[in-house]
């Protein structure tokens, strides 16, 4: 069935884009070859947020040669963020499970199969873990002191997020999740953070409406530098996204409580003014003390 616009997609891959033109035409050619090859129905979302380079074209030439294919390019009109564009494509996928991986296909498309088995045994959210035992790292030599300054603070980053908005969860950095949409569609309207946050606050979302997240070892390739993200200078920026992902989760958000439900964080209402009642002529009035 694969990328057949002739059956209903059960299945929704999602690759958010920005500035790839480097390695965007293998992306694409490798995700269309392997969704083509497996047995289920898929539909590709391929989201570009505002790129400034070639990618715009190229994914313009991509989403023409396969017109008759359930593949869908998005073009954001400016640059708001990996959050937004991956929410973005997350509100337009009609599969019942949702994918969504770096463009950069730092995970090989073999680990997806192991998020796909995790949601088949019944996890509602499936996400890849890079520090599990069974994960692997395949690196470039030239990157080796670059990974451990990088690998360091993102565990500092990561004991962060576990401290203040998603507890037991060892890795949410990692580019590569799946979800079961039913569960996930209730919560993206709830969602603001536009960043690279944003992974924490879905997780967060799910978490506060109990839902099932497991974690996946994967195998990792490190061997370029495609991150926009700048650790020094945007710490100040993630902690503030993770401070307002626990206050909204706090106040009661993300579980979609009316006002009525969140007593514990909200001032309670005034009594509402009652009519003094009129004395009885039946009844003596009390005299006044002096």
Request: charge should be positive; hydrophobic fraction near 45%.
């Given at each position: 069935?694969?990328?057949?616009?002739?059956?209903p997609p059960e299945k929704t891959f999602i690759?958010?884009?920005?500035?790839?033109?480097?390695?965007?035409?293998?992306?694409?050619?490798?995700?269309?070859?392997?969704?083509?090859?497996?047995?289920?129905?898929?539909?590709?979302?391929?989201?570009?947020?505002?790129?400034?380079?070639?990618?715009?074209?190229?994914?313009?030439?991509?989403?023409a040669a396969h017109a008759a294919e359930a593949?869908?390019?998005?073009?954001?009109?400016?640059?708001?963020?990996?959050?937004?564009?991956?929410?973005?494509?997350?509100?337009?996928?009609?599969?019942?499970?949702?994918?969504?991986?770096?463009?950069?296909?730092?995970?090989?498309?073999?680990?997806?199969?192991?998020?796909?088995?995790?949601?088949?045994?019944?996890?509602?959210?499936?996400?890849?873990?890079?520090?599990?035992?069974?994960?692997?790292?395949?690196?470039?030599?030239?990157?080796?002191?670059?990974?451990?300054?990088?690998?360091?603070?993102?565990?500092?980053?990561?004991?962060?997020?576990?401290?203040?908005?998603?507890?037991?969860?060892?890795?949410?950095?990692?580019?590569?999740?799946?979800?079961?949409?039913?569960?996930?569609?209730?919560?993206?309207?709830?969602?603001?953070?536009?960043?690279?946050?944003?992974?924490?606050?879905?997780?967060?979302?799910?978490?506060?409406?109990?839902?099932?997240?497991?974690?996946?070892?994967?195998?990792?390739?490190?061997?370029?530098?495609?991150?926009?993200?700048?650790?020094?200078?945007?710490?100040?920026?993630?902690?503030?996204?993770?401070?307002?992902?626990?206050?909204?989760?706090?106040?009661?958000?993300?579980?979609?409580?009316?006002?009525?439900?969140?007593?514990?964080?909200?001032?309670?209402?005034?009594?509402?003014?009652?009519?003094?009642?009129?004395?009885?002529?039946?009844?003596?009035?009390?005299?006044?003390?002096?």
């Amino acid at each position: 069935m694969s990328l057949s616009t002739l059956t209903p997609p059960e299945k929704t891959f999602i690759v958010p884009v920005y500035n790839a033109a480097i390695f965007i035409d293998r992306t694409l050619r490798d995700v269309a070859a392997w969704l083509t090859a497996r047995p289920e129905a898929w539909e590709l979302i391929v989201v570009d947020d505002a790129s400034t380079d070639s990618t715009p074209e190229r994914l313009e030439a991509f989403g023409a040669a396969h017109a008759a294919e359930a593949v869908t390019v998005l073009r954001l009109p400016r640059n708001r963020g990996k959050g937004f564009a991956v929410r973005s494509a997350l509100a337009r996928a009609r599969g019942a499970v949702i994918v969504f991986t770096d463009c950069d296909l730092a995970y090989p498309l073999e680990n997806v199969d192991r998020v796909l088995a995790e949601l088949d045994r019944g996890a509602e959210a499936a996400i890849a873990c890079r520090v599990l035992p069974e994960s692997t790292y395949l690196i470039s030599p030239k990157f080796f002191s670059y990974l451990y300054t990088r690998h360091l603070m993102g565990r500092m980053f990561n004991l962060l997020c576990r401290i203040l908005t998603v507890p037991r969860l060892l890795d949410t950095q990692a580019g590569l999740k799946g979800f079961r949409t039913p569960v996930l569609r209730p919560v993206l309207d709830s969602l603001v953070i536009d960043g690279f946050p944003f992974d924490v606050e879905i997780l967060r979302a799910l978490i506060d409406r109990r839902a099932s997240i497991r974690e996946v070892p994967v195998s990792f390739r490190y061997d370029s530098e495609a991150t926009t993200v700048r650790f020094t200078l945007d710490a100040l920026i993630m902690v503030r996204d993770l401070l307002r992902v626990r206050a909204r989760s706090l106040r009661g958000l993300y579980r979609g409580e009316p006002a009525s439900a969140r007593r514990a964080w909200s001032v309670p209402a005034p009594p509402a003014p009652t009519r003094p009642r009129r004395p009885d002529s039946r009844e003596s009035p009390r005299p006044r003390r002096r």
